[in-house]
T-cell receptor, first 111, second 109 residues
Framework: ETGVTQSPTHLIKTRGQQVTLRCSSQ?????VSWYQQALGQGPQFIFQYYREEENGRGNFPPRFSGLQFPNYSSELNVNALELDDSALYLC??????????FGEGSRLTVL | EDQVTQSPEALRLQEGESSSLNCSYTVSGLRGLFWYRQDPGKGPEFLFTLYSAGEEKEKERLKATLTKKESFLHITAPKPEDSATYLCAVHNYGQNFVFGPGTRLSVLP
């Protein structure tokens, strides 16, 4: 039990649609990051938020965007979905110097 | 660019057959090296953090070690419930965590 919850757990979208994934971080963790994990691969860093500001971004296009809210919740938005966006999306929170605490992920399928 | 590689890609062991998983890394500045366990369809579960070369940590049948270029996860007398994907990650001073592709471990009864 990590204290990080994600919703929805599974969803199916079609190409060109938009999706919003949500995450509730562990209380007190002011840093949240999002990862994309394709089948059989390790998690790939999308971006990170610290105190509601984006402070790091991986090699993902601008159609991947996010928000962090004062209550430690956050969301990942993906516009103009492509087939290759099908993956497990993981939210993780941490305190500086510590480890990442992951949620169970949101499985996105794009048809 | 920071990189993490893991070997082998997959490993099948008989119950009780000890082995080691390798994580090799290149990083501009290492804040920590992390090991995670991931079960199918689940989020990664934290196992260990190592901060400096020579450091070792143990938990039940698992022992993690760290050198300046690689880390090993030693599994002693594994059981079927140890079957999972084991992920290695480095935390750099750019505040990012860079993950390797993982090693899929299967322990047969």
């Amino acid at each position: 039990e990590t204290g990080v919850t994600q919703s929805p757990t599974h969803l199916i979208k079609t190409r060109g649609q938009q999706v919003t994934l949500r995450c509730s971080s562990q209380s007190g963790h002011n840093t949240v990051s999002w990862y994309q994990q394709a089948l059989g691969q390790g998690p790939q860093f999308i971006f990170q938020y610290y105190r509601e500001e984006e402070n790091g971004r991986g090699n993902f296009p601008p159609r991947f965007s996010g928000l962090q809210f004062p209550n430690y919740s956050s969301e990942l938005n993906v516009n103009a979905l492509e087939l290759d966006d099908s993956a497990l999306y993981l939210c993780a929170s941490y305190l500086a110097g510590g480890e990442l605490f992951f949620g169970e992920g949101s499985r996105l399928t794009v048809l | 660019e920071d990189q993490v590689t893991q070997s082998p890609e997959a490993l099948r062991l008989q119950e009780g057959e000890s082995s080691s998983l390798n994580c090799s890394y290149t990083v501009s500045g290492l804040r920590g090296l992390f090991w995670y366990r991931q079960d199918p369809g689940k989020g990664p579960e934290f196992l260990f953090t190592l901060y400096s070369a020579g450091e070792e940590k143990e938990k039940e049948r698992l022992k993690a070690t760290l050198t300046k270029k690689e880390s090993f996860l030693h599994i002693t007398a594994p059981k079927p419930e140890d079957s999972a994907t084991y992920l290695c990650a480095v935390h750099n001073y750019g505040q990012n965590f860079v993950f390797g592709p993982g090693t899929r471990l299967s322990v047969l009864p």
